[in-house]
């Protein structure tokens, strides 16, 4: 199982990003795939999920309105678009997968046990 995710980068507030994160070893049709971030002195949290086998997509409150999480089974990739940004979205993104063993990262009652390396994203003001 592995998860790549990419896209991070500088944006300027107000300005857009779009987050992809490529899952090999499994597939995405079968589990829920999650975006996590974390702020620099501040605990990880949960930004968005999708189930791709039916659709489903959950947001934190945050985030509703100006991200969009979807998935193209074909590619076995999730992506995070986000809009209108705020320097408070400031964080390293992480995608992580509803596989494997347990780690205890849970949100929303999906237990995440797979995780791929984070991409920064930075908004300035």
């Known amino acids: 199982v592995h998860l790549q995710a990419s896209g991070g980068g500088l944006a300027q507030a107000g300005g857009s990003l779009r987050l992809s994160c490529v899952a090999s070893?499994?597939?995405?049709?079968?589990?829920?795939i999650g975006w996590f971030r974390q702020a620099p002195g501040k605990e990880r949290e949960g930004v968005s999920i999708?189930?791709?086998?039916?659709?489903?997509?959950y947001y934190a409150d945050s985030v509703k309105g100006r991200f969009t999480i979807s998935s193209d089974s074909a590619k076995n990739t999730v992506y995070l678009q986000m809009n209108g940004l705020k320097p408070e979205d400031t964080a390293v993104y992480y995608c992580?997968?509803?596989?494997?063993?347990?780690?205890?990262?849970?949100?929303?009652?999906?237990?995440?046990?797979?995780w791929g390396h984070g991409t920064l994203v930075t908004v300035s003001s």
């Open positions: 070893g499994f597939s995405i049709d079968d589990y829920a």
């Open positions: 999708i189930r791709t086998i039916d659709g489903n997509t």
């Open positions: 992580a997968a509803e596989v494997g063993p347990s780690t205890g990262s849970t949100w929303l009652g999906y237990d995440f046990g797979s």
